[in-house]
């Protein structure tokens, strides 16, 4: 599915928070939105989630504007991973994924419904904690579970918010290939990252937000010191090995 965004601006109390963002995201594409706390990362993917409600802007889907859609049809469009949910109600792992389907069940879940959920358990490899408690886990396991959760939606459209942040290395990588998976059939995914590396290796597409603007735009090139210098005011080191780019962090400017 085709994202295209014009002139996104949303405030918080007056503050400005989001202020003129253009963006275009094609079928099967990775967008990876970086740069310093504060810089409106979050309140970007909730913008497109209608989580938020921008003051202005156009954003559409497959050339079609937002608005158009039922809530019930951007649910089906849809899945989005949150930077921090807690569980307020005791529910076990299968049952937290089987949410995921809720914007295409009926009365009861349908044996596809379950059959999918068990598929993406054994994707995520969290077939060990199946039946837990969501609260009885770390906060690595559960953040798995909520991607989980938004993977069941079989999305067109993905926006995971800092998805890897409680995740050890082998996690991260492990939940970034399933993205890259998915971005080969077509689901387009919008990614908020911290870590510029994991953003280097699998995004197609990179937006450096500074301030709540668009300090830069593109593919990978995003990446050098002299748009990261400026935005991040640390001094970066930046080099190429095996065709992917290494990127590490020096000293504060």
Not at 30 to 35: F, N
Not at 220 to 243: H, M
């Amino acid at each position: 599915m085709k994202i295209n965004i014009n002139g996104l601006s949303f405030s918080y109390n007056s503050r400005p928070v989001l202020n003129n963002i253009v963006l275009e995201l094609g079928e099967g594409d990775i967008l990876g939105v970086i740069g310093p706390n504060g810089s409106g990362k979050s309140t970007l993917l909730k913008c497109v989630n209608q989580i938020l409600k921008p003051e202005r802007s156009s954003i559409y889907l497959d050339g079609k504007e937002i608005n158009s859609f039922t809530m019930i049809e951007l649910a089906r469009l849809i899945g989005y991973v949150p930077q921090q949910e807690e569980s307020r109600f005791p529910v076990n792992v299968f049952d937290a994924i089987l949410m995921g389907r809720k914007p295409f069940l009926n009365w009861k879940p349908s044996q596809s419904d379950l059959d999918k959920v068990s598929e993406i358990i054994g994707m995520l490899k969290l077939q060990d904690i199946a039946m837990r408690d969501i609260s009885s886990l770390s906060g690595g396991e559960r953040q798995k579970v909520i991607i989980a959760r938004a993977i069941a939606q079989e999305p067109e459209v993905l926006l995971l918010d800092e998805p890897t942040s409680n995740l050890d290395l082998r996690h991260q990588l492990e939940v970034m290939n399933i993205v890259e998976a998915m971005s080969k059939t077509g689901t387009s995914s919008v990614v908020a990252v911290h870590d510029l590396n994991l953003a280097a290796r699998y995004c197609s597409k990179l937006i450096l937000l500074s301030e709540g603007r668009v300090f830069a735009a593109g593919g990978r090139e995003v990446l050098c010191p002299d748009n990261l210098e400026p935005v991040y005011q640390v001094k970066i080191w930046a080099q190429a090995n095996n065709g992917r780019t290494i990127i590490q962090a020096d000293h504060p400017l």
